[in-house]
């Protein structure tokens, strides 16, 4: 029997509670850490374990079907099970198992986006350059396996902490020791892809970066920069960096404008 009209709108209406279902999960795993006292201390931990346990049901109503964030059925359920058993305890240990499994869906999307032509990281790079060229690809793909590989590797960290040490190590770890490394792996990947592909904008610090490894010293820079000519012959230049304003901008040279 084919779906009437109205059911299908229903359950696309409810697919699109993956957008803020996922928003507010990923929030938990970054706020927790810094605010769980707080929350705790001020509302007791069972209405917070209540409040997310029917965030984490929400997940259980979206289809998995045609939604890239979701998981199966059985892994969004594991997102219910800690909080409602925090809600009957009242033992917050549980709670702080939570995070781990944001981590772990996370680190499971771009792991699983490594099969895809397109990875999780590489979309990333196109919401700041629509035209990034496909040579990218593999370099993307490398960095979403790397990611992914880290945030599986802190989950493990994170639920290992939260069901066997002390809550203050847990905190020392999720408060400071993972953001660090993470800040040491970001400030890394951006120092080679930038010594890799030696892709240079007008920029200050791109222009030091030219100074120092410039473009037609490696293969990878020459055909970099042979894409950046290509784009400015087609009048596009460099991508803006504020978020409200990542789009190619037109370059206007002299005897463009009309008159």
Not at 43 to 62: D, F, Q
Not at 122 to 132: H, I, K, S, T
Not at 149 to 154: E, F, M
């Amino acid at each position: 029997m084919s779906e009437s009209p109205g059911t299908s709108r229903l359950q696309r209406l409810v697919g699109w509670l993956w957008l803020p279902v996922g928003i507010g999960l990923a929030g938990v795993a970054i706020a927790w850490p810094f605010f769980a006292d707080a929350w705790m201390a001020r509302h007791g931990v069972a209405p917070v374990a209540w409040a997310l346990a029917s965030l984490a049901g929400l997940a259980l109503l979206a289809p998995s079907a045609g939604r890239a964030l979701a998981p199966p059925w059985w892994g969004r359920l594991l997102f219910v099970v800690p909080c409602v058993a925090a809600a009957l305890t009242e033992e917050r240990r549980f709670l702080l198992v939570v995070p781990a499994l944001v981590q772990a869906w996370v680190a499971w999307l771009f792991l699983r986006s490594r099969a895809e032509e397109i990875s999780l990281f590489e979309q990333g790079a196109r919401l700041m350059q629509p035209d990034a060229p496909g040579f990218i690809r593999p370099y993307c793909h490398r960095v979403s396996r790397l990611l992914g590989g880290l945030l599986a590797t802190n989950a493990i960290v994170l639920l290992g902490l939260a069901l066997f040490a002390p809550i203050s190590v847990w905190k020392l770890w999720a408060n400071g020791i993972f953001w660090g490394l993470l800040a040491l792996l970001c400030v890394g990947e951006y120092v080679v892809r930038k010594w890799h592909f030696r892709y240079y904008t007008p920029s200050a610090i791109d222009r030091v970066w030219a100074r120092f490894f410039p473009s037609e010293a490696t293969p990878a820079g020459r055909r970099s920069q042979a894409f950046a000519d290509a784009m400015e012959a087609q009048g596009i230049g460099p991508p803006t960096v504020l978020p409200w304003r990542r789009r190619s901008q037109r370059v206007v040279r002299p005897g463009d404008q009309s008159k």
